[in-house]
């Protein structure tokens, strides 16, 4: 077997970095310690920063991630032009945009997209196009049905529905309501996932779905419990998310129906911000690592934040999405022949990615080359609020979604997880 020496030297640096210092000296690319200077590779990204709520982490890591590469060689000398645009939640700006970066910016990669609308809008251009998007956060349905598009996190409906596999599982629920975005393919598809596990395994399920920019929470709220759930099921912005749980505890529903979200609400500012009333009430799932994992990846992806992202930049999971997209980028750009970088030479590349290794992830990610859609991320932690801190309360579990069963099917013909 031949031995990867570059993977061999990258990973002794985490190792290392690990073991002496926490978020010790970041490690990028070939860590030359010399900036790129070569023509910049163009990289594309568009997310959702203005709207109802900011979900631009993943592009700001995945940036802060670039920037390290570039600081330290780049791709091969090349350093990469990262350009990212705001589609402020509008389907038809998201689409302008797309339009921009790939047809006259000429970007011959996405990476780190991170939106609620811009799947839908662009999924059959970029297959057009003939560009690929390695996303950080897939939101809608379009990002797992897609020729063209992999998303790095697990998505809205497999991180909701690992939580309702862990409130079946540990916490004996039998009967839940779902609160969804009323977003198009968001929303119902995340929530109607819940309705066909309850169909499969025999629980009682209710929908909910609410306009994340206007709704009343207390009205919201009030409405799932009037059925008296064992749990409450959101999958939600963290920023609508909060809002829902300090109307609950108004009413007192934190005493009597546990909640638990998709990995939306994993943020270690979430347990303090809620306070000490939900103590053991509140669960996530979380589509990667600890956030404050002790782990090689999970410390360069910190050690990157501190020393290349700004310090108001979040250390949430979409932030690990971003910063695992970037890095599975660069994996497939420094296979290739930095004078033949192109969108076809690029997109033969990414296709051939089949076991790229982080402990950020719970098991090795793949494009799935051939492939009508892209999943790859499906195995899944829960975490609790306690003591105004996230504790992890569970392994890596595969998440219940019956969805996925061409995915799992996929994975055991080719010998994948």
């Known amino acids: 077997m031949p031995i990867d020496l570059r993977g061999l030297a990258i990973g002794l640096f985490l190792t290392l970095i690990s073991a002496f210092s926490a978020h010790a000296a970041a490690s990028c690319g070939d860590n030359t310690g010399k900036p790129a200077t070569g023509e910049p590779i163009v990289i594309g990204a568009i997310t959702g920063k203005t ?40 389907p038809e700006i998201a689409a302008q945009l797309a339009a921009k970066l790939v047809n006259d910016e000429k970007a011959v990669l996405m990476v780190g997209n991170s939106s609620f609308v811009e799947c839908g809008a662009n999924a059959d251009f970029y297959k057009k196009a003939g560009i690929l998007v390695l996303a950080g956060v897939g939101v809608p349905r379009e990002c797992y049905f897609a020729e063209n598009y992999a998303p790095a996190n697990a998505g809205p409906r497999v991180s909701m529905l690992g939580a309702m596999g862990y409130a079946l599982d540990k916490l004996n629920a039998k009967s839940v309501v779902c609160i969804g975005p009323n977003i198009p393919n968001v929303g119902t598809w995340s929530c109607d996932g819940v309705m066909l596990l309850a169909k499969e395994k025999g629980f009682a399920a209710q929908t909910i779905l609410m306009d994340p920019g206007s709704a009343d929470a207390t009205s919201i709220i009030l409405q799932a419990a009037s059925s008296k759930p064992d749990v409450i099921v959101l999958g939600l912005p963290k920023g609508v998310t909060v809002p829902l749980l300090t109307a609950a505890e108004e009413q007192g529903l934190n005493q009597s129906i546990t909640f638990l979200s998709a990995a939306s609400a994993y943020d ?15 669960y996530v799932n979380m589509e990667f690592n600890d956030l404050n994992a002790q782990t090689p990846d999970n410390q360069n992806w910190l050690a990157v934040m501190d020393q290349y992202g700004q310090k108001s930049d979040p250390r949430d999971t979409f932030a690990q999405a971003g910063y695992l997209a970037a890095r599975i980028a660069e994996k497939a750009l420094m296979t290739l022949d930095p004078a033949k970088i192109n969108r076809e030479t690029v997109s033969a590349a990414v296709r051939q990615i089949k076991d790229f290794k982080s402990d950020i992830f719970c098991a090795p990610w793949y494009f799935g080359d051939g492939q009508p859609r892209h999943n790859a991320n499906s195995t899944t932690r829960m975490a609790v609020a306690e003591g105004g801190k996230w504790k992890v309360v569970s392994d890596c579990a595969p998440s219940p979604d019956p969805e996925l ?4 099917a996929f994975e055991k013909s080719a010998g994948i997880n």
């Open 268 to 282: 270690l500012s979430v347990p303090s911000t809620i306070g000490a009333g939900w103590a053991g009430k509140f």
């Open 51 to 90: 709207g109802p709520d900011d979900f631009s982490n993943s592009t700001k890591a995945a940036k802060a991630y670039f920037d390290c590469l570039n600081a330290n060689g780049g791709i091969n000398g090349r350093p990469v032009k990262y350009l990212v645009e705001d589609d402020q939640w509008n």
């Open 405 to 408: 069963k061409d995915i799992r």
